[in-house]
T-cell receptor
Framework: RKEVEQDPGPFNVPEGATVAFNCTYS??????FFWYRQDCRKEPKLLMS???SGNEDGRFTAQLNRASQYISLLIRDSKLSDSATYLC????????????FGSGTQLTVLP | DAGITQSPRHKVTETGTPVTLRCHQT?????MYWYRQDPGHGLRLIHY???????DKGEVSDGYSVSRSKTEDFLLTLESATSSQTSVYFC??????????????FGEGSRLTVL
């Protein structure tokens, strides 16, 4: 079993749709959680950190469920420019050495 | 823009040849990392550095070595490249410590093909 698992997709959604991704993690001692976005053939870029209380940044909402060991990313009112691969990242300590990346979920927003 | 540049951006080489990838940063950050990214896998840590001449192994360090003689440069060397090292290599820095260490900033990547 992978430490961090994501549905690879692809998720194909129409513009304006709401789409949600889940990411499960196996290490119950995990302490830090992040979502990254990666455009095709580009570097990953931090989208948002995920806090215990959940957090929102514009159309993006991230949630953490420690009991079930998953994090989620909700995108509302999808734009064409949201098309990318979304990477889930989980850390078990304050060291980047302990970061585990999921293999990503591919999203395509269709006109 | 985190001021990270990688070189070369693309390289094709033959099995058994040495290859060095360079990561250069302009912001004087202490922590630097080398990752590789392959289809079906998340990014995997190869080596990291927490200061000049201070480096340590990551998850997939076999076949790779690193050096950091200056704060701004972190070099990744494949002493004798193999086809299994065909990958996209990303350098990263972290601006923070503690639990925010996961807020990484990546270079644009170096695409390496070993024939």
């Amino acid at each position: 079993r992978k430490e961090v698992e994501q549905d690879p997709g692809p998720f194909n959604v129409p513009e304006g749709a709401t789409v949600a991704f889940n990411c499960t993690y196996s290490n119950s001692a995990s302490q830090s959680f992040f979502w990254y976005r990666q455009d095709c053939r580009k570097e990953p870029k931090l989208l948002m950190s995920v806090y215990s209380s959940g957090n929102e940044d514009g159309r993006f909402t991230a949630q953490l469920n420690r009991a079930s060991q998953y994090i989620s990313l909700l995108i509302r009112d999808s734009k064409l420019s949201d098309s990318a691969t979304y990477l889930c990242v989980v850390g078990s300590s304050g060291s980047a050495r302990q970061l585990t990346f999921g293999s990503g979920t591919q999203l395509t927003v269709l006109p | 823009d985190a001021g990270i540049t990688q070189s070369p951006r693309h390289k094709v080489t033959e099995t058994g040849t040495p290859v060095t990838l360079r990561c250069h940063q302009t912001e004087n950050h202490r922590y630097m990392y080398w990752y590789r990214q392959d289809p079906g896998h998340g990014l995997r840590l190869i080596h990291y550095s927490y200061g000049v001449k201070d480096t340590d192994k990551g998850e997939v360090s076999d076949g790779y070595s690193v050096s950091r003689s200056k704060t701004e440069d972190f070099l990744l060397t494949l002493e004798s490249a193999t086809s299994s090292q065909t990958s996209v290599y990303f350098c990263a820095i972290s601006r923070w410590t503690g639990l925010n260490t996961g807020e990484l900033f990546f270079g644009e990547g170096s695409r390496l093909t070993v024939l």
